[in-house]
């Protein structure tokens, strides 16, 4: 899918769009690099310095995704037909813009995109997590910063010559432009009373020097990916990963189950397999020693039907809670304990309400039994249905408290 029209899919399903000036000015984000020069097949690591310039705090959803994830969330809820339940989607994301140095000075460029006669434009995307994603509400202060990691895939401009596509290899402009917005957003700030920031910050630009694998890289891992029945799995991710478990490249599953990882230096490596939109955990792994005497390794991974026995075994959803006083004001150090059980497991997850009366808990879709308590009040329980999907939850409570 192009750039432009990724775009457009966003903007037809809600993830790109408008948003109040206020909120998506108060937010400035500046970009590093780990490492300036970006040898194939290996990533760029970045981190996102995020500052808030506003008067009120920011709240961020952690960590970044890359905007195709988001998009494809939001399809496969409309296709399974979840309109009719309740569920919220959304979160952050960047999208990436990489425009090599020679075609920038001769202004070449178009939308972050090179612009280059027969090219294929160069390609970036955020890698996903490797394991079960453990998304988090993060509270930025007035005046505060905040820093965030992300690895990206970069891919050089192809350039057709004498029908051969030849990568473009050397300096490049790269930059980012970070985006979030909710299905459920300006509810939950109306409702909260709280800033859960949404709009679209662009960063600085910084200089990446992308070059080729060398020609001593020849090692190739490959393999398939089946359920326990033998049958072969599409659309399963794929994570690559070094001896010091640092992804290294990702790819889904073709139709027939397949996948291949191409020119890596000799080393350990990892192979991990999971079902993208699972809510559990269905992760598996292994490992090969790719070496000039076996330079290519067979990894085929069998995806059994997981069986949940803990928590942490299942996808949590951020939640943002505000307590407040019969009266009105904001309850500070308020305890709350939330409840979830499906009766084989069971979870309580513990937080403490900070002075604006606000607590964040990472809490699984479902019902949820909550319980308040403060030094010298009566407990107060109550029950909240955490909705499906991604994205955040939020929920407004009073409690009939004067102890102090």
Partial sequence: MTRTALAAWLLALGFLGPRPAAAADSLTVSLSLEQ?????????????????????????????????????????????GAQAKTVTTGGSSLMIHLVPV?????????????????????????????????????????GADYAEGAVLELDPVLVTRQVREEPVWGLYHLSVRYNATYSNGDALSRDLGVNIWQGEAASNSVEVDLEPAPASALG???????????QTLAGILVSLSDGADHVVRQIVTEPDGQYSFGSLPWGLYWATARRPWATVDTAIFDHAELSAGDPFGTLNLVMLE????????????????????????????????????????????????????????????GRNYLTLKRRKCKDQESRFDVAEGDGIDGLSLQFDCTGQ
Avoid at 51 to 57: F, L, V, Y
């Fill in 36 to 80: 300036s020069k970006i040898v194939q097949p290996f990533p760029a690591r970045i981190t996102l310095h995020l500052h808030n310039t506003g008067s009120s705090p920011l709240w961020l959803y952690r960590h970044v995704r890359d905007p195709q994830q988001l998009a494809e969330a939001q399809s496969r809820l409309a296709q399974a």
């Fill in 102 to 142: 020679t075609a920038a000075a001769s202004g070449a460029g178009s939308a972050g995109e090179a612009v280059l006669a027969g090219a294929e434009p160069s390609h970036g995307k955020v890698l996903a997590s490797v394991g079960m994603p453990h998304p988090r509400l993060a509270k930025l202060e007035p």
């Fill in 220 to 230: 190739k891992l490959a393999g398939l990916v089946s359920n326990a029945g033998g």
């Fill in 306 to 365: 997981p069986e949940v026995y803990e928590p942490k075994q299942e996808l949590h959803k951020p939640v943002l809670l505000k307590v407040t006083s019969s009266s009105g004001p904001p309850l500070g150090g308020v305890a709350v304990e939330a409840l979830w059980s499906s009766g084989d497991v069971a979870e309580t997850v513990k937080g403490e309400t900070s002075a604006d009366g606000t607590a964040t808990l990472n809490l699984m879709p």
